[in-house]
Nanobody
Framework: QVQLVESGGGSVQAGGSLRLSCAASGNTVCMAWFRQVPGNERGGVAAIFPNGGATYYSASVKGRFTVSQDNFKNTMYLQMFSLKPEDTAMYYC??????????????????WGQGTQVTVSS
């Protein structure tokens, strides 16, 4: 069982930046960030795998967010720039011990963090 712990959420004005971190207690192959607002499904934001190789982004964040990984620390990061009010959501870290075929599919991930809130004001 791998535990994921997110940190780095908070409140920021539109145009600002935040960096989220996700520390994993064990080894994983694929890691991703998802976000969810009340009443909506959890949606994929970005993914990185394997071993900090290929990265993927949703269309809404591409060019503004950067996902990275520190393999030595078993930690994944999400650097968010040019934040918009529509980025406001609970952000979740997800991980899989296996290769994931379709990264935005939440069912592909076995482990989840507790979430960290990001609030962007206009």
């Amino acid at each position: 069982q791998v535990q994921l712990v997110e940190s780095g959420g908070g409140s920021v004005q539109a145009g600002g930046s935040l960096r989220l971190s996700c520390a994993a207690s064990g080894n994983t192959v694929c890691m991703a960030w998802f976000r969810q607002v009340p009443g909506n499904e959890r949606g994929g934001v970005a993914a990185i795998f394997p071993n900090g190789g290929a990265t993927y982004y949703s269309a809404s964040v591409k060019g503004r967010f950067t996902v990275s990984q520190d393999n030595f620390k078993n930690t994944m990061y999400l650097q968010m720039f040019s934040l918009k009010p529509e980025d406001t959501a609970m952000y979740y870290c997800a991980a899989s011990p296996y290769f994931v075929r379709y990264w935005p599919e939440s069912a592909s991930y076995m482990y989840w963090g507790q979430g960290t809130q990001v609030t962007v004001s206009s």
